[in-house]
């Protein structure tokens, strides 16, 4: 019997993780085509109908075309750590609170932040071991950024677990019946929305990337599998990003049509920043982080303590 239960969570994982996939898949054709229409052009538009088949071709491409890798690089971390990206990236979509046969997680938001700190790690040695000044800069860039945000990040976090004084996600649909999070703590909605952009990397936040200065960052020696396991590694936290909104700011986890439209929603205002917003400058952002976010969530954090002392 025992057997046969994780054979069914080992099929549903599977399953998950192939969801997944095809998700980013589709997350990428989104972006290609909604930045298409804000440049006034078209985007993909040849492969399939309207485009449709472009993501499944690029990704036959990019895992066919030869793996390339720099002659005094150290090998292994080179090799390993988008690899390890991509599993940790995987590894967070467990905290999905299913319905069925699946693994539900009573310290999710724990497991989240552990596996989002792990992230900095493969950023890093994929920076450094590449042996590039370029990669290695941008590699600095993106702890230092990712650290910052993460500090807001949990602040915010737990001024929701206050709320609810759980760290099991599914308890957040239960307490967002009647009104959704993101109502009183509106200013900490728009901070989490923001660090959630500075987490993943993404404009007007990606600095790990400055095309004007470092070329492309820290995946600038990366070709073929690796650079396409980085790719699939950021966009599957895009995905995993706007559905945590979701579950703690808009309603929490429920299997309807309106929860795929709010995280699509989402996950169109990745996009819709990035085809509007300029890059800010470094130190503009370490300035938000610390001076602007920290204050604000721990404000926050203290006014959801009285509250919980006083209707106690």
């Known amino acids: 019997m025992l057997n046969l239960d994780l054979i069914l969570i080992f099929i549903g994982l599977l399953i998950m993780i192939v969801g997944v996939l095809i998700g980013v898949a589709f997350l990428t054709l989104l972006e290609r085509k909604v930045l298409g229409y804000i440049q006034i052009r078209k985007g993909p538009n040849k492969v399939g109908f309207m485009g449709i088949l472009q993501p499944f071709s690029d990704a036959i491409k990019l895992f066919t075309k030869e793996q ?10 080179y090799y390993f750590s988008p690899v390890i990206s991509f599993m940790l990236s995987m590894m967070i979509w467990m905290l999905i609170p299913y319905y069925f046969n699946m693994i539900s997680f009573n310290l ?3 497991f989240f932040l552990s596996c989002t700190s792990l992230g900095v790690y493969t950023v890093m040695i994929a920076g ?3 042996n590039s000044n370029y990669a ?3 590699g600095l860039r993106a702890v230092a950024q990712t650290i910052s945000y993460e500090v ?13 004084m759980d760290f099991n996600l599914i308890m957040y649909f239960n307490y967002q019946l009647m009104v959704w999070f993101m109502i009183l703590p509106f200013p900490l909605g728009l901070c989490w929305f923001s660090s959630m952009l500075a987490e993943t990397n993404r404009t007007p936040f990606d600095f790990a990337e400055g095309e004007s200065e470092l070329v492309s960052g820290f995946n600038i020696e990366y070709s073929s599998g690796g650079f396409a396991l980085i790719f699939l590694a950021e966009y599957s936290s895009i995905l995993f990003m706007s559905m945590l909104f979701v579950m703690i700011f808009m309603g929490g986890f429920n299997l309807n049509f309106l929860f795929y439209l709010k995280l699509t929603f989402i996950s169109f205002m990745f996009i819709w920043v990035r085809g509007t917003l300029p890059r800010h400058r470094y130190d503009k952002l370490m300035y938000l982080a610390w001076k602007s976010y920290l204050p604000i969530s721990l404000n926050f954090l203290i006014f959801f303590l009285g509250l919980k002392i006083i209707f106690l």
């Open 68 to 77: 390339t890798y720099p002659m005094f690089s150290n090998y292994y971390s």
């Open 108 to 110: 999710g938001i724990l």
């Open 128 to 130: 450094w071991s590449s």
């Open 136 to 138: 290695l800069l941008g």
């Open 152 to 164: 807001s990040l949990a602040l915010i976090l737990l001024s929701s677990v206050i709320m609810i």
